[in-house]
C-alpha cells in the first residue's frame, strides 16, 4: 500500500522506451482471473466479460499465475486462462483512435472488448496490439484475454520452461499468460506506427525508415519532421513531404569531428542521440513520438571482431533473465537495471540473454549503461513443420521490435540444435538452420548471425563454441591455435556439420564456467562444482584464464550471472547475491594481475 491506501501499479514505467509517446494509460495491476481446465470458458461466452465465470481470484498483471507476484503461486499445469478488466479512457482522448498494446502473452492470446473480438496472436515472447476503437462505449469497457499454453509441446518456441510439471536440470518453471506489461494509447487516424534507424559510422550519417498506419485516410499533405540532438544539443534537423506509408531517408549529422570517437556507442562510452519525429498534416502535428540511436558498428574485419572498426574482446557472461518472485517478469524496472549494471561491476561488457527475448527495458537499460547483448530466441525442442511456422513468424517479430538497439551485436536463431536436433545428418534440419541466417542478412546486414551457438554449425559469420570443460591444461591446448579448437567436440558435437568447414571466422567461447557453488538455501547442480570461496575463485581463474592466453579466442561467455532455481552455478545466488566479492571476479573476468 501507498501512503493513499492504494496498492502501486505493478511495473509502472513506459514499456516502450525506444519509440515514446507522451499520452497513454497502463492497465497493469489487478485483473479478475480463472483457469479454464475444462475449455469451456468460449463455448460458455466467458469473453461477454460477465463477472460469474471470474468469480473465484485475482491477478496481479503482467505477472504469471506460476509466479508469487501474481498473487496465486500454482505451478502445476493450467493450459487455458482468462484476464477480464475494466476501465475508462481520459476525456481528453475522445476522437482519437484507441490501441491496444500487450507487451507479451504466452502463447497464444484472444482479446475482446465489450465482447467483440478485437486481436488474436500466436507467439509467447513478442508484443502485438489491437486497435479497438470501433468495440468502444462511453463509460466503462472490458476486456477480456484467453491465453492458451501448449505446455507438453516440445515443438513450441520455449526456451527453459519445462514441459514436465517440475522443474529440473537445465529446465524451469513455465510462464503462461500475460507476462509483460499491458497499456492503451490515443492516436490520430494516420500515425507512425514504427521506424527502424540505421547508423553508419563510416558515412556520419543514419538511415531512418517510417511506417505510417493509416495513410490511405491522409486528409491532406503530410509531412515528417526529424530533430535529432546529442545531449539535449540540436545536431540535425529535417523536413520531408510524406509520400507512401513507408518511406527511407538519410540524415547526415554534422558533429562527428575526431572521426566521431567521442560519440560514438560502446560498452565504455554509451553515447546515445535523441530523435523526436513529428508528423504534421498541413501545419498541424497530428503524432509524434521520442526515440534515440547510438552511432555503433559491429562488423567482422579480416577475421576479427571489431567494434567501431576496432577489434574488441567481448566478454560475456549468460544472462537466463528468470527472477525468484516473477519468474520471466522482472519484479521492477530497478531489477531489470540492477542485472545490467551487476554484469559490468563483475567485469563484463555484454550479456548473452540465453532461450529468452528480454523485456525492452532491460535492453534501454543496456543502451543507457553500456552493456553489449547477443539476442538469442526461445527455442523449441523438437523439429516439425508445424515449429518452423510458428518459430519463424516469432524470430520476424523479435527482430522487428528490437532492431534499434545499439545494444544488440549479434542475432542468434538457434543455440545448441533445439528445435533441430538431428541437424548432423537431417539435410531439411541443415536448410532450416540455413533459412534462418539467410532470413536474418536479409532483415537485418549490420549486425554478425551465428548459425546455432555452441556446436554443429553450417553458414555463420561467428565460430561459436560450448565447452564445459574444467581443466586449465585442457583449454589451453584446445584453443591453442584455429585448428585444434574447431576440430575438438565438447560435449561430444562437432563444430561444424553439412560439408560445412572453418573460413576464418572469430572465434569464441560463447559458453564455458558452470562451477556450482551453494551460498543459499538452494538446492542444485553445476558442471563443476567448488567446496568453498577460495576454491571457487580458483577454478574461475582456471577456466578463464585460457580464454585469454589462448591466441585465437576473440571472446567469451561466461556460465552464469545468477543461479535460476535448481541451477546453482551463477556468480550471484539467485536473489542477485555475490557468491565472492565482486571486485574478485571483476579482476579475473578482466584477466587483471593478481
Not at 14 to 36: C, I, M, T
Request: proline share 5%; net charge negative.
Amino acid at each position: 500500500m501507498n501512503e493513499a491506501g492504494h496498492t502501486p501499479v505493478p511495473r509502472p514505467e513506459y514499456p516502450r522506451p525506444q519509440f515514446v509517446r507522451k499520452a497513454w494509460q497502463s492497465l497493469n495491476g489487478e485483473w479478475d482471473f480463472s483457469f479454464d481446465d475444462e475449455r469451456t470458458g468460449e463455448a460458455e461466452r466467458w469473453f461477454t466479460g460477465e463477472t460469474g465465470a471470474f468469480s473465484d481470484r485475482t491477478i496481479q498483471v503482467p505477472f504469471a499465475f506460476q509466479s508469487r507476484l501474481s498473487g496465486i503461486a500454482d505451478p502445476s499445469f493450467h493450459d487455458v486462462v482468462w484476464y477480464r478488466r475494466t476501465f475508462e479512457l481520459p476525456a481528453d482522448w475522445n476522437g482519437k483512435r484507441i490501441v491496444l498494446h500487450f507487451g507479451a502473452v504466452d502463447y497464444l492470446a484472444k482479446v475482446w472488448i465489450n465482447g467483440q473480438l478485437a486481436a488474436v496472436h500466436e507467439g509467447g515472447h513478442t508484443p502485438f496490439q489491437a486497435e479497438i476503437t470501433a468495440s468502444l462505449v462511453h463509460g466503462s469497457n472490458t476486456v477480456v484475454v484467453r491465453a492458451e499454453d501448449f505446455s507438453r509441446d516440445v515443438t513450441l518456441p520455449r526456451g527453459k520452461q519445462y514441459w514436465l510439471e517440475k522443474s529440473a536440470s537445465i529446465f524451469y518453471t513455465r510462464t503462461t499468460g500475460i507476462w509483460q506489461s499491458v497499456w492503451l494509447e490515443p492516436l490520430s487516424d494516420v500515425y507512425l506506427a514504427k521506424t527502424l534507424i540505421t547508423p553508419d559510422i563510416d558515412r556520419n550519417e543514419v538511415g531512418i525508415q517510417t511506417f505510417l498506419n493509416g495513410y490511405e485516410h491522409t486528409p491532406g499533405q503530410l509531412k515528417l519532421r526529424v530533430r535529432i540532438s546529442f545531449d539535449k544539443e540540436g545536431i540535425a534537423e529535417d523536413e520531408y513531404a510524406v509520400g507512401g506509408a513507408e518511406q527511407q531517408r538519410t540524415i547526415g549529422l554534422g558533429d562527428f569531428t575526431d572521426h566521431g570517437l567521442g560519440r560514438l556507442w560502446s560498452p565504455e562510452h554509451p553515447n546515445l542521440y535523441d530523435v523526436q519525429f513529428q508528423l504534421v498534416c498541413g501545419e498541424t502535428v497530428i503524432d509524434e513520438a521520442a526515440a534515440y540511436f547510438g552511432m555503433r558498428k559491429i562488423s567482422v574485419e579480416n577475421g576479427k571482431l571489431c567494434l567501431n572498426n576496432r577489434p574488441y574482446y567481448q566478454r560475456l557472461v549468460l544472462d537466463q533473465g528468470y527472477f525468484p518472485d516473477g519468474i520471466l517478469t522482472a519484479p521492477s524496472d530497478g531489477d531489470l537495471r540492477r542485472d545490467a549494471e551487476l554484469a559490468k561491476e563483475m567485469g563484463f561488457n555484454g550479456v548473452r540473454k540465453h532461450q529468452k527475448t528480454e523485456d525492452p527495458r532491460f535492453l534501454y537499460w543496456c543502451d543507457k549503461l553500456g552493456l553489449l547483448v547477443w539476442s538469442e530466441a526461445a527455442n523449441a525442442y523438437e523439429f516439425s513443420e508445424r515449429y518452423i511456422r510458428r518459430f519463424t513468424r516469432e524470430w520476424l517479430e523479435i527482430m522487428e521490435r528490437d532492431y534499434n538497439h545499439p545494444c544488440i551485436v549479434a542475432w542468434v536463431p538457434i543455440n545448441e540444435s533445439w528445435g533441430i536436433p538431428n541437424v548432423q545428418i537431417d539435410v531439411r534440419q541443415q536448410q532450416h538452420g540455413l533459412a534462418m541466417y539467410h532470413l536474418t542478412k536479409s532483415l537485418d546486414g549490420t549486425r554478425p548471425v551465428v548459425y546455432n551457438d555452441g556446436w554443429e554449425h553450417m553458414t555463420t559469420d561467428l565460430v561459436t563454441i560450448h565447452d564445459y570443460e574444467s581443466r586449465r591444461e585442457v583449454l589451453e591446448q584446445r584453443y591453442a591455435s584455429a585448428e585444434s579448437a574447431v576440430n575438438a567436440m565438447p560435449a561430444n558435437r562437432r563444430i561444424f556439420v553439412g560439408g560445412a568447414s572453418y573460413q576464418g571466422q572469430p572465434l569464441l567461447v560463447s559458453e564455458f564456467g558452470g562451477i556450482a557453488f551453494k551460498k543459499s538455501e538452494w538446492e542444485g547442480w553445476g558442471y563443476s562444482g567448488a567446496e568453498s570461496g577460495e576454491d571457487f575463485v580458483s577454478r574461475l581463474r582456471a577456466v578463464v584464464g585460457p580464454m585469454f592466453t589462448s591466441p585465437v579466442i576473440q571472446g567469451y561467455c561466461y556460465t552464469q550471472l545468477t543461479d535460476v532455481e535448481q541451477e546453482i552455478n551463477g556468480l550471484l545466488t539467485y536473489d542477485r547475491k555475490p557468491k565472492v566479492p565482486l571486485t574478485v571476479i571483476r579482476s579475473i573476468m578482466m584477466n587483471e594481475p593478481v
